[in-house]
């Protein structure tokens, strides 16, 4: 089986290659990235030498580029990572989340109709479900709960999610959606919550925390993320959306006193800053679907997933400084200096 996985040079889609490379060591992956700021050819190193694995550098929205990708690959099933994923960035500027996150998907689609494929896979998120309120631990969101939106960035992963649906009820396209909570492990870029708190506090910088840090989260490790896409591709019913997540929910400020703890630093460290627009209160999965129907849950506790992840980044300390003292560094700036 030939896979392409786009957006491979980010957080998820690396650690998937990985994932796949190990698990299905027969089948050959072609990783499509545009190596936006976030992405990052140096995290996909461990795979460079594998002969099952080859990288082309394009945008997910250029028609021709991607027609051309298919001709040549003729990949049997196409994983979509491919996206703008930082809602701060989606407030400041939306535009590119509506190009690569809709357009792109869009554009990826109509090759897998041109050029035929077995299995299209939508790599979703939670925040399409919009949130859940803090005062009720009951609810969760199932794959029944309505679609609605809070950021530019959930509303066009919304989007890309109906195209898909409408992609296959109308053209016949085998797609599959997964929707998962927000993911932490290895290879995160620094501006998400987890990294940026770990990377802050070894250089004893302030940690910026939302509000007050009572909004909450469904940490998910990002393995047992990449597992469940494997056992979808596998068994996954096409037609059909699965959440991926559950039952790890923190609040951000649990979060970050965990790191602190495990970092041996000060909670004198966190600065409370102005909220985010528009923020989600709570996101919490109910896994019962995927669990169900392909015997998936996830394995990693939080406990263990946070002690690896910080494991991690003071191992690869190269991997991260290299990003946060480039231009990184300005986006900083502009978005923490006088919040
Ligand atoms: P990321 O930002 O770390 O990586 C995105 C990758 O996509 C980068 O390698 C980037 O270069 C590439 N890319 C961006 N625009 C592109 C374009 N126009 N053409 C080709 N490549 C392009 O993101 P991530 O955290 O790995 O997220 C991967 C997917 O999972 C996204 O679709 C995201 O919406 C979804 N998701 C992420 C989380 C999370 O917690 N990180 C949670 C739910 C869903
Ligand atoms: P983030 O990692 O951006 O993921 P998402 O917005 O997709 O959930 O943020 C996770 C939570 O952490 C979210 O509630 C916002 C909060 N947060 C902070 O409090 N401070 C920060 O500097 C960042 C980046 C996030």
């Not at 679907?289 to 939080?302: R, Y």
């Not at 946070?306 to 300390?317: P, V």
Request: charged share 25%.
């Amino acid at each position: 089986m030939k896979l392409l996985v786009t957006g491979g040079a980010g957080f998820i889609g690396a650690n998937f290659i990985f994932h796949m490379l190990d698990a299905h060591p027969d089948d050959e992956i072609v990783c499509l990235d545009a190596l936006t700021y976030a992405g990052n050819l140096e995290t996909l190193e461990p795979a460079a030498d594998n002969p099952n694995f080859t990288f082309v550098k394009a945008d997910v929205a250029d028609r021709e580029a991607v027609y051309g990708i298919f001709e040549k690959e003729k990949p049997d099933v196409v994983v979509n990572f491919a996206a703008e994923s930082h809602v701060d960035r989606s407030i400041e500027d939306p535009g590119v989340f509506l190009r690569t996150n809709i357009i792109g998907t869009q554009v990826l689609m109509d090759a897998c109709n041109k050029f035929g494929i077995s299995r299209f896979h939508q790599v979703g998120t939670d925040e399409v479900y919009g949130d859940l309120p803090l005062d009720r631990p009951d609810l969760f969101f199932t794959e029944e709960t309505p679609i609605t939106a809070s950021s530019p960035y959930s509303a066009s992963k919304a989007s890309a999610d109906l195209l898909a649906m409408a992609y296959h009820r109308t053209y016949g396209l085998p797609v599959t959606i997964s929707r998962c909570s927000n993911n932490y492990g290895p290879y995160q870029f620094p501006e998400k919550l987890i990294p940026l708190m770990i990377a802050n506090a070894l250089a004893d910088k302030e940690l910026p925390v939302y509000g007050t840090g009572e909004n909450v989260r469904d940490w998910l490790y990002v393995e047992d993320h990449c597992r469940a896409i494997d056992m979808i591709l596998q068994n996954g019913r096409v037609g059909e959306v699965y959440n991926i997540g559950g039952h790890n929910e923190k609040n951000n400020l649990q979060v970050v006193k965990i790191i602190l703890e495990k970092l041996g630093k000060p909670e004198s460290l966190i600065r409370f800053v102005t909220d985010r627009k528009g923020h989600d209160l709570r996101y919490a999965i109910d896994p019962a679907k995927i669990h169900a129907e392909l015997g998936w849950l996830p394995e990693t506790k939080f406990e263990d997933g946070i002690r690896k992840t910080i494991d991690w980044y003071l191992d690869n300390k190269p991997w991260w400084e290299n990003i946060i003292s480039g231009e990184y560094r300005d986006y900083y700036e502009k978005m923490y200096a006088n919040r």
